[in-house]
């Protein structure tokens, strides 16, 4: 199967097994972040969209500078956030697990990644795509206003958490410049 055109050039689609698999991706879908606010009919309709995709250990996920075009949310297993350094040696940046989101600002924007994801053992992952996205926001606005207003509340608690580390980084600098050049 080839990939569809509103997704990374890894990802396939894979459309959703019946039954059993689906009430359990509901309630998985249910207690991620971007949409707990979701009643159980709305949790469907994303379910009908949503890609899934399994990947083996050391299988790359995503490609670094590849343009980006949705978000990704762990299943199981997890993965590596993987940065090439000049030397092209990869250097691993981070660790995701099960129910961990990546890639939240590729919903919006489409400029390249900086980083590879690669899976670090089996695992599973869900793809939610931007075109899926606004092909929603078209045929249930009010569905697609709660994922972006929910998603711009994740993206304020992360934009928080880099300000503050960057007050902290601040503050440890100038206590580093002032022990080495103390006031006259």
Same mark, same amino acid.
């Given at each position: 199967?080839?990939?569809?055109?509103?997704?990374?050039?890894?990802?396939?689609?894979?459309?959703?097994?019946?039954?059993?698999?689906?009430?359990?991706?509901?309630?998985?879908?249910?207690?991620?972040?971007?949409?707990?606010?979701?009643?159980?009919?709305?949790?469907?309709?994303?379910?009908?969209?949503?890609?899934?995709?399994? *990947?083996?250990?050391?299988?790359?996920?995503?490609?670094?500078?590849?343009?980006?075009?949705?978000? *990704?949310?762990?299943?199981?297993?997890?993965?590596?956030?993987?940065?090439?350094?000049?030397?092209?040696?990869?250097?691993?940046?981070?660790?995701?697990?099960?129910?961990?989101?990546?890639?939240?600002?590729?919903?919006?924007?489409?400029?390249?990644?900086?980083?590879?994801?690669?899976?670090?053992?089996?695992?599973?992952?869900?793809?939610? *795509?931007?075109?899926?996205?606004?092909?929603?926001?078209?045929?249930?606005?009010?569905?697609?206003?709660?994922?972006?207003?929910?998603?711009?509340?994740?993206?304020?608690?992360?934009?928080?958490?880099?300000?503050?580390?960057?007050?902290?980084?601040?503050?440890?600098?100038?206590?580093?410049?002032?022990?080495?050049?103390?006031?006259?």
């Amino acid at each position: 199967m080839s990939a569809s055109q509103g997704e990374d050039p890894e990802w396939y689609v894979n459309t959703g097994d019946a039954g059993e698999e689906s009430a359990v991706l509901l309630e998985v879908l249910g207690k991620l972040p971007i949409f707990e606010t979701l009643t159980w009919s709305e949790l469907e309709k994303i379910e009908r969209i949503v890609h899934r995709r399994y *990947f083996a250990p050391g299988e790359m996920v995503i490609r670094a500078w590849t343009p980006r075009s949705g978000l *990704f949310v762990v299943l199981s297993g997890s993965v590596n956030v993987v940065r090439h350094l000049a030397d092209g040696k990869p250097h691993v940046l981070g660790h995701l697990g099960q129910g961990e989101l990546l890639g939240e600002f590729a919903i919006l924007d489409d400029s390249p990644r900086s980083t590879s994801i690669v899976a670090s053992e089996h695992c599973e992952l869900i793809g939610f *795509f931007r075109p899926d996205l606004m092909d929603l926001i078209q045929t249930d606005p009010r569905l697609g206003f709660k994922i972006l207003y929910r998603l711009s509340q994740i993206l304020g608690k992360h934009l928080d958490l880099v300000v503050e580390g960057l007050r902290r980084l601040r503050k440890t600098l100038q206590g580093s410049a002032l022990a080495v050049n103390p006031p006259a």
